[in-house]
Protein backbone atom coordinates (compact mmCIF):
# COMPACT_ATOMS: atom_id res chain seq x y z
CA UNK A 1 0.00 0.00 0.00
CA UNK A 2 1.54 3.23 -0.94
CA UNK A 3 1.68 5.68 2.06
CA UNK A 4 3.29 8.33 1.01
CA UNK A 5 0.58 10.97 0.23
CA UNK A 6 -0.16 11.27 3.91
CA UNK A 7 3.13 12.99 4.97
CA UNK A 8 4.95 13.02 7.65
CA UNK A 9 1.74 15.09 9.28
CA UNK A 10 -0.61 12.25 9.06
CA UNK A 11 2.36 9.66 11.00
CA UNK A 12 2.51 12.33 13.44
CA UNK A 13 -1.23 12.55 14.56
CA UNK A 14 -1.06 8.71 15.26
CA UNK A 15 0.04 7.52 18.44
CA UNK A 16 3.97 6.26 18.56
CA UNK A 17 4.25 2.42 19.29
CA UNK A 18 6.26 2.09 22.51
CA UNK A 19 8.97 -0.59 22.12
CA UNK A 20 10.99 -2.14 24.76
CA UNK A 21 14.92 -3.47 24.10
CA UNK A 22 16.01 -5.53 26.15
CA UNK A 23 19.63 -6.90 25.45
CA UNK A 24 22.41 -7.10 27.41
CA UNK A 25 24.96 -5.44 24.98
CA UNK A 26 24.75 -1.73 25.31
CA UNK A 27 25.95 -0.87 21.84
CA UNK A 28 23.28 -3.42 20.59
CA UNK A 29 20.57 -1.96 22.41
CA UNK A 30 22.03 1.46 21.25
CA UNK A 31 22.07 0.91 17.76
CA UNK A 32 18.30 -0.82 17.67
CA UNK A 33 17.26 2.36 19.63
CA UNK A 34 18.51 4.80 17.13
CA UNK A 35 16.86 2.57 14.19
CA UNK A 36 13.32 2.66 15.64
CA UNK A 37 13.37 6.50 16.82
CA UNK A 38 14.03 7.25 13.43
CA UNK A 39 10.68 5.87 11.99
CA UNK A 40 7.79 8.39 12.75
CA UNK A 41 5.58 5.41 14.41
CA UNK A 42 7.80 3.95 16.48
CA UNK A 43 9.80 5.03 19.41
CA UNK A 44 11.96 3.02 21.78
CA UNK A 45 11.45 4.90 24.78
CA UNK A 46 12.42 2.11 27.20
CA UNK A 47 15.75 0.44 27.38
CA UNK A 48 16.73 -2.47 29.79
CA UNK A 49 19.52 -4.71 30.24
CA UNK A 50 18.57 -7.78 32.09
CA UNK A 51 15.68 -9.52 33.47
CA UNK A 52 14.89 -7.59 36.30
CA UNK A 53 15.18 -4.27 34.92
CA UNK A 54 13.02 -5.52 31.96
CA UNK A 55 10.40 -6.33 34.19
CA UNK A 56 10.24 -3.08 36.02
CA UNK A 57 10.01 -0.90 32.70
CA UNK A 58 7.06 -3.08 31.70
CA UNK A 59 5.35 -2.66 35.11
CA UNK A 60 6.36 1.12 35.22
CA UNK A 61 5.36 1.78 31.36
CA UNK A 62 4.16 -0.71 29.59
CA UNK A 63 5.20 -0.99 26.43
CA UNK A 64 3.24 -2.32 22.94
CA UNK A 65 6.19 -4.72 22.14
CA UNK A 66 9.06 -6.38 23.68
CA UNK A 67 12.30 -6.80 21.34
CA UNK A 68 14.75 -8.98 23.42
CA UNK A 69 17.55 -10.82 22.39
CA UNK A 70 17.55 -14.56 22.94
CA UNK A 71 21.11 -15.90 24.59
CA UNK A 72 21.00 -13.25 27.49
CA UNK A 73 22.69 -15.01 30.58
CA UNK A 74 20.65 -13.20 32.68
CA UNK A 75 17.44 -13.70 30.70
CA UNK A 76 17.44 -17.42 30.52
CA UNK A 77 16.61 -17.02 26.86
CA UNK A 78 13.38 -19.17 25.86
CA UNK A 79 12.14 -18.85 29.83
CA UNK A 80 11.56 -14.53 29.65
CA UNK A 81 9.78 -15.19 26.56
CA UNK A 82 7.74 -17.66 28.56
CA UNK A 83 7.72 -15.60 31.79
CA UNK A 84 6.83 -12.70 29.68
CA UNK A 85 4.06 -14.57 27.98
CA UNK A 86 2.92 -15.76 31.39
CA UNK A 87 2.88 -12.59 33.06
CA UNK A 88 1.37 -10.29 30.87
CA UNK A 89 -0.48 -12.53 28.10
CA UNK A 90 -1.32 -10.04 25.45
CA UNK A 91 2.25 -8.27 25.42
CA UNK A 92 4.09 -8.67 21.97
CA UNK A 93 7.65 -10.33 21.89
CA UNK A 94 9.68 -10.16 19.08
CA UNK A 95 13.18 -12.41 19.83
CA UNK A 96 16.15 -11.54 18.31
CA UNK A 97 18.87 -14.17 18.04
CA UNK A 98 22.85 -14.23 16.93
CA UNK A 99 21.77 -17.09 14.42
CA UNK A 100 19.30 -18.46 12.76
CA UNK A 101 18.60 -21.55 13.88
CA UNK A 102 14.59 -23.59 13.48
CA UNK A 103 15.18 -25.37 17.21
CA UNK A 104 15.28 -22.12 18.65
CA UNK A 105 12.55 -20.49 16.82
CA UNK A 106 9.96 -22.97 16.78
CA UNK A 107 10.40 -23.03 21.14
CA UNK A 108 10.52 -19.38 21.37
CA UNK A 109 7.45 -19.24 19.66
CA UNK A 110 5.76 -21.88 21.31
CA UNK A 111 6.88 -19.83 25.11
CA UNK A 112 5.01 -17.20 23.52
CA UNK A 113 6.92 -14.43 21.13
CA UNK A 114 5.05 -13.42 17.86
CA UNK A 115 8.04 -13.41 15.79
CA UNK A 116 12.19 -14.66 15.35
CA UNK A 117 14.50 -12.78 13.56
CA UNK A 118 18.37 -13.18 13.57
CA UNK A 119 20.72 -10.07 13.99
CA UNK A 120 22.54 -10.74 10.96
CA UNK A 121 19.11 -9.45 8.95
CA UNK A 122 19.27 -5.76 7.53
CA UNK A 123 17.70 -2.82 8.89
CA UNK A 124 14.34 -2.95 7.01
CA UNK A 125 13.78 -6.69 7.98
CA UNK A 126 14.58 -5.57 11.62
CA UNK A 127 11.54 -2.84 11.06
CA UNK A 128 9.43 -5.31 8.79
CA UNK A 129 9.78 -7.80 11.55
CA UNK A 130 8.44 -5.18 14.29
CA UNK A 131 5.99 -3.54 12.44
CA UNK A 132 4.13 -7.33 11.01
CA UNK A 133 4.46 -8.29 15.22
CA UNK A 134 2.59 -4.92 16.17
CA UNK A 135 0.01 -5.92 13.44
CA UNK A 136 -0.76 -9.05 15.04
CA UNK A 137 1.05 -10.94 12.77
CA UNK A 138 4.06 -13.96 12.94
CA UNK A 139 6.84 -13.39 11.73
CA UNK A 140 9.70 -15.78 10.46
CA UNK A 141 12.86 -14.99 8.12
CA UNK A 142 11.86 -17.25 5.58
CA UNK A 143 14.31 -19.73 5.70
CA UNK A 144 13.67 -20.32 9.43
CA UNK A 145 10.30 -20.78 8.73
CA UNK A 146 10.70 -23.18 6.07
CA UNK A 147 12.48 -25.51 8.44
CA UNK A 148 10.23 -25.33 11.15
CA UNK A 149 7.54 -26.36 8.86
CA UNK A 150 10.00 -29.33 7.87
CA UNK A 151 10.48 -30.05 11.73
CA UNK A 152 6.65 -30.21 12.39
CA UNK A 153 6.23 -32.77 9.61
CA UNK A 154 8.17 -35.19 11.77
CA UNK A 155 6.94 -37.59 14.04
CA UNK A 156 5.97 -36.74 17.20
CA UNK A 157 7.28 -40.39 18.85
CA UNK A 158 10.96 -39.56 16.81
CA UNK A 159 12.17 -38.56 19.59
CA UNK A 160 16.20 -39.10 17.97
CA UNK A 161 14.87 -36.96 14.68
CA UNK A 162 13.64 -34.14 17.22
CA UNK A 163 14.03 -34.66 21.02
CA UNK A 164 12.94 -31.20 21.67
CA UNK A 165 9.57 -32.13 20.43
CA UNK A 166 9.32 -34.19 23.53
CA UNK A 167 11.42 -32.01 26.10
CA UNK A 168 10.00 -29.42 28.51
CA UNK A 169 12.83 -25.94 28.44
CA UNK A 170 14.97 -26.71 31.22
CA UNK A 171 15.11 -30.70 30.58
CA UNK A 172 15.98 -29.70 26.94
CA UNK A 173 18.57 -27.28 28.65
CA UNK A 174 20.25 -29.94 30.43
CA UNK A 175 19.72 -32.29 27.55
CA UNK A 176 21.91 -29.93 24.75
CA UNK A 177 24.93 -29.23 27.92
CA UNK A 178 24.75 -32.79 27.95
CA UNK A 179 25.63 -33.06 24.58
CA UNK A 180 28.37 -30.34 24.60
CA UNK A 181 30.35 -32.44 27.03
CA UNK A 182 29.30 -30.66 30.26
CA UNK A 183 29.86 -32.40 34.00
CA UNK A 184 26.96 -32.74 35.63
CA UNK A 185 28.81 -30.01 38.15
CA UNK A 186 28.91 -27.78 34.84
CA UNK A 187 25.45 -28.40 33.98
CA UNK A 188 24.35 -26.98 37.75
CA UNK A 189 26.45 -24.32 37.72
CA UNK A 190 25.77 -23.31 33.94
CA UNK A 191 21.65 -22.89 34.99
CA UNK A 192 22.08 -22.00 38.54
CA UNK A 193 20.78 -25.44 39.95
CA UNK A 194 21.43 -28.01 42.38
CA UNK A 195 23.05 -30.77 40.94
CA UNK A 196 20.56 -33.56 42.52
CA UNK A 197 18.40 -31.56 40.54
CA UNK A 198 20.48 -31.88 36.90
CA UNK A 199 19.85 -35.03 37.99
CA UNK A 200 16.34 -35.37 38.10
CA UNK A 201 16.23 -33.52 34.81
CA UNK A 202 18.31 -36.09 33.45
CA UNK A 203 16.20 -39.22 34.78
CA UNK A 204 13.22 -37.33 33.36
CA UNK A 205 14.79 -36.77 29.80
CA UNK A 206 15.76 -40.68 29.63
CA UNK A 207 12.19 -41.79 30.82
CA UNK A 208 10.52 -39.53 27.67
CA UNK A 209 12.93 -40.54 25.27
CA UNK A 210 12.82 -43.91 26.52
CA UNK A 211 16.32 -44.40 27.20
CA UNK A 212 17.55 -47.31 29.04
CA UNK A 213 20.88 -45.92 30.12
CA UNK A 214 23.19 -42.95 31.03
CA UNK A 215 25.12 -43.67 27.74
CA UNK A 216 22.21 -43.99 25.83
CA UNK A 217 21.33 -40.51 26.55
CA UNK A 218 24.99 -39.24 26.30
CA UNK A 219 25.13 -40.33 22.76
CA UNK A 220 22.00 -39.26 21.69
CA UNK A 221 22.52 -35.77 23.29
CA UNK A 222 26.00 -35.90 21.57
CA UNK A 223 24.39 -36.87 17.89
CA UNK A 224 21.77 -34.24 18.55
CA UNK A 225 24.24 -31.24 19.11
CA UNK A 226 26.31 -32.69 16.62
CA UNK A 227 23.28 -32.87 13.60
CA UNK A 228 22.41 -28.92 15.10
CA UNK A 229 25.63 -27.80 14.54
CA UNK A 230 26.01 -29.10 11.25
CA UNK A 231 22.46 -27.92 9.88
CA UNK A 232 23.61 -24.15 11.39
CA UNK A 233 27.20 -24.46 9.19
CA UNK A 234 25.44 -25.27 6.09
CA UNK A 235 22.41 -22.63 5.91
Known amino acids: MNQKGKGKSGCAKQQRKRILIVDPQPLARERLAQLINREADLTARIVAEGREAAMEAIKTEPPDLVVTELSAQDLHGRGFVQELHERWPGLLV ?6 PDAVCAE ?41 VLARLAIPVGDSEAAPERSLAERE ?3 FQLLGSGFSTREIAESLRIGAKTVETYRARIKEKLGLRSSNELLRLAISWVHRKLELEVTE
Open 172 to 174: LDV
Open 107 to 147: RALRAGARGYLSKQEPSSSVLAAVRNVLNGELWLEHKTAEQ
Open 94 to 99: LVLSGF
